[in-house]
C-alpha cells in the first residue's frame, strides 16, 4: 500500500486555467506538506498543516491554496496558472510534532 | 534568512567512501536530516541527528554534526553504484520538527 499518493503524476495545462493536485496519506498522520520542487532541484516547503493551523510560507502566492477535506488529505488548489508554477510538487505527511517526513511521488506540472 | 549550504556536484569510485557537507544558519534546529532522492522518485529520509548529538552511525551511514560550526556531513562508506542519487540535508526551521529548510541537494554519482 502506498503511504503518501499524489493524483496526477503528470499535469500539462495552458497559461492561465486553474488546477488541482490531490494528495492522500493512509498513515494515520495529523500532519501534512506541500512543497515545490524547482528545475534546478532546489526544494522549498509551501505549506504546512494540521487540524489546527496552516503555516504559509510567505514566499507563495496566494494563488496557491491548500484545501484539506479530512485529515487525510491535502489538496493543492493553483489559480491563474503561470509559467513559473511550472515544477514538480510534493506532497509529504508526518505525526505532529514527528521528525520523519514521508513523501508522495511527486507531480510534475508542466505550464504551456 | 534561514540558509542551508550544499555542494552541488560529488563523484566518487565504486567502494570509496563519499563525504557530502552541509552548513546550516538555524542555531535553534533540533534536528536535521539527511534525505536521498532516486531520479524521477520523491524524497526518502536516510537518517536524522538531534541536536545534542555529534556522531550517529547506521550501518554504511556516518553523521557527523559540529553544532558550534554548524557543520554538518554524511559518510556512505563502500559507496555502491545504487548510492547514486541526489542527497539533500534538512534542518527544522525555527526549531519545530515539521517545517524543513532544504539544502539544493548534492549530486552524488558513483562510478564503477
Known amino acids: 500500500d502506498t503511504a503518501v499518493s499524489q493524483t496526477p503524476k503528470y499535469l500539462v495545462t495552458q497559461m492561465g486555467n486553474d488546477k488541482s493536485i490531490k494528495c492522500e496519506q493512509n498513515?494515520?498522520?495529523?500532519?501534512m506538506y506541500w512543497y515545490k520542487q524547482d528545475s534546478k532541484k532546489f526544494l522549498k516547503i509551501m505549506f504546512s498543516?494540521?487540524?489546527?493551523?496552516?503555516?504559509i510560507n510567505e514566499t507563495v502566492p496566494n494563488r496557491f491554496s491548500p484545501k484539506s477535506p479530512d485529515k487525510a488529505h491535502l489538496n493543492l488548489h493553483i489559480n491563474s496558472l503561470e509559467l513559473g508554477d511550472s515544477a514538480v510538487y510534493f506532497c509529504?505527511?508526518?505525526?505532529?510534532?514527528?521528525?520523519?517526513?514521508?513523501f508522495g511521488p511527486g507531480t510534475r506540472l508542466t505550464v504551456l | 534568512g534561514e540558509d542551508v549550504e550544499q555542494s552541488l556536484f560529488l563523484s566518487v569510485r565504486e567502494g570509496d567512501s563519499s563525504v557530502i557537507n552541509c552548513t546550516y544558519t538555524?542555531?535553534?534546529?533540533?534536528?536535521l536530516y539527511w534525505y536521498k532522492q532516486e531520479p524521477g522518485a520523491g524524497l526518502q529520509l536516510l537518517t536524522y541527528?538531534?541536536?545534542?548529538?555529534d556522531m550517529k552511525q547506521d550501518q554504511r551511514l556516518t553523521v557527523l554534526l559540529n553544532k558550534k560550526d554548524k557543520h554538518l556531513s554524511l559518510r556512505i562508506a563502500d559507496t555502491q553504484t545504487g548510492d547514486s542519487a541526489i542527497y539533500f540535508c534538512?534542518?527544522?526551521?525555527?526549531?519545530?520538527?515539521?517545517?524543513?529548510?532544504f539544502g539544493k541537494g548534492t549530486k552524488l554519482s558513483v562510478k564503477p
Open positions: 509529504a505527511s508526518s505525526q505532529a510534532g514527528g521528525r520523519e517526513q514521508f
Open positions: 498513515l494515520g498522520h495529523d500532519t
Open positions: 498543516y494540521n487540524n489546527k493551523e496552516l503555516i
Open positions: 538555524d542555531s535553534s534546529s533540533t534536528y
Open positions: 541527528i538531534f541536536s545534542n548529538m
Open positions: 534538512a534542518e527544522a526551521y525555527g526549531g519545530s520538527q515539521g517545517n524543513l529548510i
